[in-house]
């Protein structure tokens, strides 16, 4: 039987000379979900995404990603794509020619999709040979969201992919998300605020300077740590 499991972390120490940024964190995702990471400024959200998308390497802990251990060298494990710190487009090039320059540096062998079809899928067919430069921050968020589903991942992960969407943007989004998940892939994304992640997510991980404080799922999560994660937003 394949693997039920698509990320078990466990005890992930990363530091960055005195800063801790993950503190022995556990993580443990199973495959066919949409798992929120929520967290203030400054909780690990993208330290932690970027250990699963093979763009660092943890001090201690060991991480296992749809069946295989992570190593320690830096590259993105087998069936996962997504990005930290914002999609990483080029301004200057049309979203069609970000795509087919993006998709060039894809690890020759992974399943692809075409370019019109992931435009499609993310809403913006329309604005195909449109300078991204014009690009709102949205459409920004959807393109790089395009990019990653170039290859088909088994495991998404996405920082702050709701950053700037509009209502209508984020529906898009879900959408793309949803079907994905039908799929059988597993989608990992994180957000500064809980009430992002509820319309989506089953289950959520609640990070704070660097340690879990909650993970579980959504019906699951208490008063005491909604209040928490609201208290830790908003101090
Ligand atoms: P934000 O929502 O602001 O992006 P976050 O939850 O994603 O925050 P991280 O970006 O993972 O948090 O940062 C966790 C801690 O690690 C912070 O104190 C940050 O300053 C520090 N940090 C992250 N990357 C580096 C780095 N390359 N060098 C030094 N410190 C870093």
Redesign the pocket.
Known sequence: MENAVAVRGLGITKT??D?V?LDQVDLNVARGRIHGLV?P???????LLGLLLGLAVADSGSLEILGDPVGRTLAAPDGVSGFVDGPGLYPTLTAKQNLAALAGLRPRGARTAGIGEVLEEVGLAMVADDKVRGFSLGMRQRLGLAAALLTRPRLLVLDEPANGLDPSGKKQVHGVLNRLVADGATVIL?S?RMDDLEALCSEVTI?AT?RVVFSGPLNKLSAEDRELDYRLRTS
């Open positions: 960055f000379g800063i940024a967290g400024n400054g909780a690990g959200k993208t330290t994180s500064h990070l660097g």
